[in-house]
């Protein structure tokens, strides 16, 4: 069993303020990056006990150089820093692959779930939107791995998220970190969170695994609002995107890498 298991930050057991999640300050970061490679070991533990034969780890916060690959197991590949290609949290993702899992993912802009909540960049998206549906980086994500048949097995993070993810799929394993409150978290306890992961990680693995697998529609309708008027009349550019108001631009396609292509070059 071949397994892939891309991590964000935000959405780490208790995590609450931008600087827990920000290497350049490294007061607060230090504890959380250790948390962050604590459960990211525990899902992987989770998987060798399902009988993973090989793990890829995107680590897909921020600078993409968070986790602490010593305490990974022998059988892991750990990608780290950005290439540059569309599939950005999931690089290098195929149809090789018997399992994707998401840990320390987050609720999306737009939402309460989490003080930290945005999607793709909090400083440039207001909101996404594929197909009306209001779209978390989990959603994005998501939908390469339906492209690929690939199913989503496993996904941790707040409250919010978890809730997200059931709506979308209820087959997926769901484990939640804590809940957000305005600016503030109600987390359980940090070991009591990676020995979940572990055991929910190995039950969903060795589960009926097809009903992870997500339906593709035949088009994509993205829509972005950007937060700033200028930012969504440079995307409007693109080819094939269109400007529907002064801070929101529509790209539609049938091809899905398309969607995220998009997003490479716009957000
Ligand atoms: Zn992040």
């Given amino acids: 069993m071949k397994v892939y298991i891309s991590v964000d930050m935000e959405g780490i057991t208790g995590v609450t303020h931008w600087d827990e999640v920000e290497h350049k300050k490294p007061a607060a970061y230090i504890q959380f990056q250790e948390r962050m490679t604590q459960e990211v070991l525990a899902a992987c533990n989770g998987a060798n006990d399902a009988g993973a034969k090989e793990i890829w780890v995107k680590d897909a916060h921020y600078s993409g150089r968070n986790i602490l690959a ?48 945005h999607t793709m960049s909090s400083s440039k998206i207001d909101t996404v939107f594929i197909n009306d549906q209001q779209t978390s980086e989990f959603f994005l994500h998501g939908n390469i791995a339906a492209k690929h048949g690939v199913p989503l097995v496993f996904v941790s993070g707040d409250a919010g998220l978890c809730e997200e993810v059931q709506g979308v799929c209820p087959s997926t394993t769901t484990h939640a970190t804590m809940v957000g409150v305005g600016d503030s978290t109600i987390s359980i306890q940090p070991e009591e969170s990676r020995n979940t992961i572990q055991k929910k990680v190995t039950q969903a693995l060795k589960g009926d695994l097809s009903g992870c697998v997500w339906k593709h529609p035949e088009m994509f309708v993205l829509r972005i609002r950007y937060i700033k008027q200028q930012s969504a009349y440079k995307a409007s550019h693109y080819n094939g995107a269109e400007l529907i108001d002064a801070k929101t631009v529509q790209f539609e396609t049938d091809d899905y890498d398309e969607i995220m292509r998009f997003m490479l070059f716009t957000v």
């Fill in 70 to 117: 010593e305490r990974l197991p022998s059988n892991v590949r750990l990608i780290r820093g950005w290439s540059g290609h569309p599939y950005s949290m999931v690089q290098e993702l195929d149809d090789s692959f018997d399992a994707l899992m998401m840990v320390g993912y987050h609720s999306m802009a737009g939402q309460g779930g989490n003080p930290l909540a």
